[in-house]
């Protein structure tokens, strides 16, 4: 009997964030600690998931270069992967995770006893989107994807008080079950067609027959794209997105909706690009479609909001779009670099919604926000940087990473669709510079604001960060080229 | 050397912003004094400029290899006037600024930002860096706009740059289409104008690429039909703002569609002659009507530049030595009368909190000097020969009568009507009697004042007595670019439309 050789080192960074979770409720139920306590454990642990994909980052790359095998990177029976691609795509969210923590720590010190439950969740809705970048199985991707969106789905109903949090998280819930259902029911397909699970398998399936009659696989494909559209709340799939970020806790919001959308896209990068890659003549034109309604509509519809995370919400389906042009241009490399930046700017824009209205609150009309840049200037300056970021202008890291999609997509012979993305750029514009109008350009008086120190620290990392990869992307630039799937 | 150039203005604003909030009054003497540097370094480089074809002072640092982006500055003699222009309009510009008490400090940041992007995108020779300039400079105008302008600023401020934005957007992918049009042809992508002048466009190809650029720049020229965000902006615009975006930010689309569109679209150039001239024409006659019947004196030198720049549009596709040079030259002059007229209409709102031409009338006999310049400018601005307007129009005039006559010709009418408009309003304005009684006791302008609209007068007597000290350095460049275009397209042009069919150089003489 042969014993299935077992490579520990490819999940031990989700181990790390397993493990964190279950020691801060053992630490809690024992000790019943201070806050910072628990923050010190979720900080170990992240530093241990951290430091392992950054030995499985040089095996990765090592492997790449020849000096180790390939198929080392094929681990757990072919379920997970250690590849450039997963790995890049574990990095991001464990720094995600470690800003989001850091940017939401005002509400979960607020929360009581049940801070620990809190940093669980979003310790286990971590693990469970690492795995899903770096699943090889189609059945690995949907565990993964389910163990994180629940985690997601009971963090968006954390603070019961607030009834609006009750009603977005079960609206995420009722709507996030379905799209996992659809997801899963399409995975099946795909296994009636090519008696495949593995996205590896898949593709080899594609390049040796050519199936004459496709209909199962089609449908298979168009199911998990559904599945998937919705997780990154990409038009028509976006119902749920402005409720959910205008009802979730808004310190928790950015962290969540980060999260979700780095993990969607690596698992579409990947299932589309990698397996079925072969098949693009079929999804290509889908994909394109979603991705020129995504950015029109998310940003017209942006346009006209009246409360500011309902505005991120729909600028969030636009940039959902954005993002998608780099699949339809078939190069993973501007699809992570996108989803990296543009998860650091989202978690910092809710910092600052978060100090602006309230960790806990629900609303946050655009109003709040007049008069801002004279009443906080630091804060109206770090969110100005992030906005115009997350806009894509000049000098920022989100348009170097429009650039490098826009690109991709053209030289994959979309060129109506770059043509669509940079007019819906200039919407795009229109959006964001309305808050930019409410802080600076009005004149209105209010108390000056008490931002708490984390939150702080988020707006200028981020903000930090969306200038230096704007101004020098080569080291964020080559580190997303090189980390390629297999 | 051309990297300071950029970074000067960028450290005396992180300068500025270092010095407390509290320290208001130290903020604009502070930024007038840096931003004396970045001119220092611009009159050097223009005194070192020699006046011949290519780019000088050039440098060239890979910026991100695998997409072929690089860090190519370099300065010929289209870009070295308003290199210089902008270096000396933005101190004047901080100078005339002293009525603004809100957020002063944010003010000079915000100027000398727009000041290192305005440098950035003539000193570019890297298309992607020159987008990025092109559009960064939105940022600082919007805010410059938006938060110092008078009350329909907001409305006025994104009207600019939505406008903008969007001929922009289809630029970028305009660039992108020839980047990768340079890795199908030469095998790598690039994004240097000097890689992408080589290549091979089939024509469709070429005129959808010139229809996108020529859009981004009508746009920020304006011309007309385009040209509707102008009016509001200059309304709105505080002083400053309005003088930096008369003075080299409307240039901007006059200095792209000679440097860009020429030189990467030459056949398409010359195929959308009559369609720019047409417009240009249209935007000279429309402008100047317009202008006559402006109630409000700002949108009446808003108006004037529509006019004017429909000389530089004319001028650029033109294609004769003379007209080219007059265009070049014409950007130089209007950025420095316009400038100027925007100054003494800002300083006559300090004066009195209104633009509106019925309010004065009269007020000549107290404020004498102040007339004298504006009228000096209004002169300029109309093209009075010896001054430095006559100079720039009489070359386009003459240059573009040899290959466009009728068009020129209409467009001469464009003179006449600036002395219309110009003249008239000098006359409503300065002379008469003085009825309302505000206006009987204004204050001439202060020492500093005219210490700001020196230099400018100064510059409009010498550039319209000895034109030669831009020519001289203007001409070679543009005559490159003429046969750059006449290379490519094989674009005839009538004698005498060059330069060398009018003088006989020394060598050939001896």
Redesign the interface.
Known sequence: MITPEISWLAILPELGLALGAAAVLLVEVQWKPRAQVLGMVVAGALTIALAFTVVQWIRAQDAVAGAGQLGDLVAFSRMILMDGFAVFGRFALLVTTAIGITAGWRLIEGLGRRRAEALALILLASAGFSIMVSANNLVMVFLGLEVGSIALYVLAGMTRSSSTSDEAALKYFLLGSFASAIFIYGVALIYAGTGQFEILAIRSFFSAFIVTSPGVILIGIALMIVGLGFKVSAAPFHAWAPDVYQGAPAGFVGYMAAVAKIAGFAAIARILITGLGDLEVNWLPVVAGISALSMVGGSLLALVQADIRRMLAYSSVATAGFVMTGVVGGATSGVLFYVAVYALQLVGSFAVVAAVSGPANSASSMDEYQGLATRSPGLAAGFTILLLGMAGLPLTSGFVAKFGVFSDAWSAGYQWLVIVAVLASVLAFAVYLRVVVNMYMSDAEGPTLEVPDTARWVLMIAAAATIIWGILPGSLLDLASSAFPL | MLTWLILLPVLAAIIVSLVPSRRSELHLSLGIALAVLPLALAGYVFWAFEPVSGYQFIEDVT??A??GIGWTLGIDGISLPMVVLTTLLVPIALGASTSIEK?RKEFVVYTLLLEAGMIGVFLALDL?IF???F??I??PM??II??WGSDR??YA??KF??YT??GS??M??GI??L??TH?EQFGSLSFALSDLMRLDLPIGAERWLFAAFALAFAIKVPLFPVHTWLPDAHTEAPTAGSVLLAGVLLKLGTYGLLRFNLSLFPEASVDAVWIMGILAVVGIVYGAVVAIVQPDLKRLVAYSSVSHLGFIVLGTFAFTSGAMQGAVIQNVNHGITTGALFLLVGMLYERRHTKLISEFGGIQKSMPVFAGFFLFMAFASIGLPGLNGFVGEFLVLIGAYATLPVLAVIAASGVVLAAIYLLWAYERVFTGVPEKPENQNLADLSTREVALLAPLAALVLVIGLYPNVLLDKIAPSAEAVLDHVVEASGLVIPEPGRLADVFVTDGEGE
């Open positions: 910026w991100y695998p997409w957020r992607f987008f990025v300039f559009e960064a939105l940022i919007y805010f938006g938060i600023r907001v401020a994104v740059f939505i934005a969007f957007a289809l970028l992918a992108i289409a980047a990768f890795a």
